[in-house]
């Protein structure tokens, strides 16, 4: 639970004191413990029978008998922990790994394995596998938090049966049981209370009101409350799952993962591109039916054409989301789900809670207000004293105590502050002083107070007390049954306290307003005083809205108030939901911020669910980021990370379609032309070396801008020309490199043999006599020069969407970033590298260093880079289909 609650119920049961411990005797983990009987007057109260409810004569003291309540648990009444919520592993593991495309890559790795074709099987199956494993890990990962999740404690709960008192472990609570509550007890089922006169109730963790609320008998105590004063018994009406608690506990285990727009369109791209590579796998199998290809080559063109499709982004974009999370740790924010690193970048609207988030929780010292003749030292004096005596001291006297200096009392009765009272009280040697709500004391005074003054200030979002000073010294603050009562009083002073901002708010506000994303306060406190603080802020809060004004607006309403509104005050858990579900129907990009259960429902509602670290358990296992020291501070700069993800992301998803499409398009020319297949699977891989190293550099180096709305139709005015061009200066490579060879051999200046061992020089292989060597040397040559001038280009399409220089800058403004030029020369020597090493060369089915491709290929991309520059610079894509640029 969060360190405000655990603090606070840790003073309750040390004030509590160990009474409570005696009689107790140990009988191990969840078996009841004997307490003395206490017998309590029988008096009319609900009794559960069954699903009825009946008025009969019932003393609470005694409350079930132990064979009742047995018989209740076995009818599935007890008080059992929520289970369940999200998917099993089964499930996991079988949309992760058994998916359609990866059973298609498995069906093909399996064949080549027993064709014995282990380079290929390495190639073709193991980047899906990778990514298969990778999602199917963090899904479990997630799962096991959320199954851990419990609103409620796990201590124990003190019980009537048979009369007697019992503390036994909560989830042996059945309906119908009669329980004690004590201060510092956690309520553990829903159900009226029964007895007790009064109780406060802490019900901050479910709604976010900080002030107790106090209950009398007949109202209702929610479970996951605490109580912090009085006491009485409490009959469980609700229990399990069927609680306030336990709704809340299996709302929050609701897997609800929102796919982030970079996710959805490379998921919609790699669908895309799977339909054309289908379409293209029928019409090539079926040639190769009627030409009579072996079964080695028909898989070996499936894995292949498998491999087109571009299922190594999603392993690309985790490794650019691990690396983002790295990054925006140093920043305070702990990132708990992956794609939260991208995700942020997109959030146009924050929705926060006040206490925790805006505000540090805790009050300053504002303002404090003579009033008549007495002096400001005198007040300040006096008040300071009275902070610095106070032996229950509250949030107010630790701010005064803070503030102000006090002198030592002699202190002969204290009243602490309690939310029904609304005052506090010492009486001294020094006087009777009180300090509290000025309604709360208006009754006793014998003057009045300035009534606009306290108007004033709390139109400004301060809380405003009252010192007041009994007229006789001496005077108690009891009656004579020792209950709180004021004596006659005189004013003093107004006292103004803040509600404490966090030093680094106003500054986080104004980024967000730079970056155009707009703030909503979400609170459960008086939306007068949500409001002020909103403004202090620089929060833009015009009229607040209180929660109860939105319960019977229909959608349609509810959208047009939560457009205009930025101030919502006095809002339960139900309340927010509905407001981040009206955001997202207005199309925005939702991220809440909280720190109690109270907020878990809207969290796990918005795109992105943000937690502080001092928050409960609960929020925190349910958000996608926590931010480590509770700064919202933190965002903005994770924002900008996640913006420079999205756009190294999206260079690189420019450079892998313009490969992927141009290896598609020369597939199809080549092989209809009937110059055998154009690439083995261990060439494919060479994608990886193209694409997916200088994507980790380039989300590196991006820039933080906004995400482009027009992300896929720009990609289709770069990627469509530039494969159209890409790919037809492929295939004129191929076909010079495959007649070059056929007409090599077909001259008859050379000898079988001598066929044969330039043959295996190339490929490293054996080959019997009676191979094709003509056939077989032309394609593997020709595959070489392709794979040079493929790889080779796609460097050179980095260099038009990073230009150094206005030699590049067709598609593109230059930057002055020369890193993607030096990362494009790198690459260059590396694979010139593989070009001379045989052992590398002969992995990637190559050939060795070779005369006839360096003289084909250079002068192919030098025309290349000519004929793509013309396109690109003068948009002839565009003007040929009417495409406006944006």
């Known amino acids: 639970m969060g360190s405000r609650r655990e603090r606070r119920r840790t003073a309750l049961r040390r004030r509590r004191g160990r009474a409570d411990s005696r009689g107790l ?27 009825r409810m009946e008025q009969v004569m019932l003393a609470p003291a005694e409350g079930l008998t132990g064979a009742e309540a047995e018989a209740r648990r076995r009818r599935g009444e007890g008080n059992a922990a929520v289970q369940g919520g999200s998917r099993s592993y089964g499930e996991i593991l079988r949309t992760n790994v058994f998916s359609f495309f990866n059973l298609i890559l498995f069906v093909i790795g399996a064949a080549l394995l027993a064709l014995e074709r282990y380079s290929d099987a390495l190639i ?50 059945v309906r119908g049981d009669v329980l004690r509550v004590r201060p510092g007890d956690q309520i553990v089922v829903d159900g009226p209370l029964l007895d007790g006169g009064r109780l406060e109730a802490d019900e901050s963790l479910l709604t976010g009101e900080s002030d107790p609320v106090v209950k009398h008998p007949g109202d209702d105590l929610r479970s996951g409350s ?17 609680s306030y608690a336990g709704r809340l506990t299996a709302e929050a285990r609701r897997s609800t993962t929102d796919k982030t727009p970079l996710q959805r369109r490379i998921e919609f791209i790699v669908r895309l591109v799977m339909v054309l590579a289908a379409l293209m796998s029928g019409a090539i199998l079926a040639q190769a039916a009627i030409e009579g290809f072996s079964v080695l080559r028909v898989v070996q063109i499936t894995a292949v054409l498998s491999g087109l ?136 005074l014998r003057r009045p107070f300035p009534a606009a003054e306290v108007t004033a200030r709390t139109g400004l979002g301060l809380r405003v007390l009252l010192l007041a000073r009994a007229e006789e010294d001496m005077t108690g603050l009891r009656d004579a049954d020792g209950h709180p009562e004021l004596p006659m009083l005189a004013p003093v002073a107004l006292v103004a306290l803040a509600d404490e901002l966090r030093d680094e708010v106003v500054e986080t506000v104004r980024r967000f307003a730079d970056e155009g994303v707009s703030l909503k306060v979400l609170s459960g406190d008086d939306p007068r005083t949500v409001a002020a603080i909103a403004r202090r802020a620089g929060i833009d809060a015009d009229e607040p809205v209180p929660g109860a004004a939105l319960d019977d607006l229909d959608d349609p309403a509810l959208d047009a108030v939560v457009a205009r ?36 429902r809207a969290l796990k509602q918005a795109h992105i669910g943000v937690a502080m670290r001092s928050g409960s358990a609960v929020t925190k296992d349910v958000a996608d980021i ?14 900008l990370e996640g913006r420079k993800i999205i756009n190294g992301i999206g260079i690189s998803l420019y450079v892998f379609l313009a490969r992927v499409v141009s290896q598609g398009l020369v597939i199809l020319t080549v092989t209809m032309l009937g110059l055998g297949f154009p690439y083995s699977p261990t060439q494919v891989g060479l ?74 020089s190339y490929t490293g292989l054996t080959y019997g006599i009676d191979a094709d060597f003509t056939t077989a040397a032309a394609t593997i040559l020709a595959q070489t020069g392709l794979s040079t001038f493929f790889c080779f280009a796609s460097f050179g399409l980095i260099l038009f969407l990073a230009p150094r220089s206005r030699f590049f800058a067709a598609w593109t403004t230059p930057t002055k970033d020369t890193r993607p030029a030096l990362l494009v020369l790198g690459l260059c020597i590396v694979f010139s590298a593989v070009l001379f090493i045989p052992v590398l060369w002969q992995y990637f089915g190559l050939t060795g260093p070779s005369r006839p491709v360096f003289l084909v290929v250079v002068p192919a991309l030098l025309f290349w880079y000519g004929t793509l520059t013309v396109v690109l610079r003068y948009r002839v894509f565009d003007r040929l289909l009417g495409i406006e640029a944006h």
């Open 25 to 51: 005797r140990c009988c191990g983990w969840g078996q009841p413990v004997t307490r003395t009987k206490e017998k309590t007057p029988a008096r009319n109260v609900p009794l559960i029978r069954g699903d």
């Open 124 to 173: 073709s199956v193991g980047l899906g596998l990778i990514n298969a494993v990778i999602s199917a890990a963090q899904e479990i990962r997630a799962k096991r938090k959320l199954d851990r999740l419990q609103l409620l404690d796990r201590a124990g709960v003190m019980v009537i049966r048979d009369g007697q008192e019992l503390e036994i472990s909560p989830e042996l609570v």
């Open 687 to 760: 994608t990886m070396f193209t694409v997916g190293v200088p994507t980790v550099f380039l989300t590196f180096w991006a820039k933080p801008t906004r995400p482009d709305p027009f992300m896929l139709r720009n990609l289709v005015r770069f990627v469509v020309p530039a494969s159209l061009v890409t790919a037809t200066f492929g295939a004129a490579v191929y076909t010079a490199l495959y007649e070059i060879v056929i007409a090599g051999f077909s001259s008859g200046r050379r000898t079988p043999h001598q066929i044969i061992e330039e043959f295996e």
């Open 309 to 444: 499709v571009p299922y190594g982004l999603f392993f690309l974009i985790a490794l650019a989301y691990t690396a983002g999370a790295v990054r925006i740790a140093r920043h305070g924010a702990l990132v708990q789900q992956v794609n939260a690193v991208e995700s942020v970048s997109n959030v146009d609207v924050v929705c926060t809670d006040k206490t925790g988030t805006l505000t540090t929780g805790q009050l300053s010292l504002e303002e404090i207000v003579p009033i008549g003749e007495h002096e400001y030292a005198e007040v300040a004096t006096a008040l300071g004293s009275l902070a610095h005596n106070a032996t229950t001291p509250n949030l107010t006297a630790l701010a005064l105590v803070a503030a102000l200096p006090g002198d030592v009392w002699e202190v002969r009765d204290e009243v602490p502050f309690s939310s029904s009272l609304r005052w506090s009280g010492l009486v001294t040697d020094e006087g009777t002083w009180v300090l509290g709500a000025p309604d709360a004391l208006a009754p006793r």
């Open 626 to 639: 926590v931010l480590v020291e509770d700064s919202f501070a933190a965002l903005p700069p994770a924002q």
């Open 565 to 600: 509104t930025a101030v919502f005050g006095r809002v339960a858990p139900e309340h927010k939901e509905r407001i981040v579900r009206s955001l997202r129907r207005q199309g925005h990009y939702v991220a809440m911020i909280g720190d109690g259960v109270n907020d878990a």
């Open 226 to 242: 605490l109580c912090v004063a009085g006491g009485g018994h409490q009959q469980a009406r609700d229990v399990g799952a069927h």
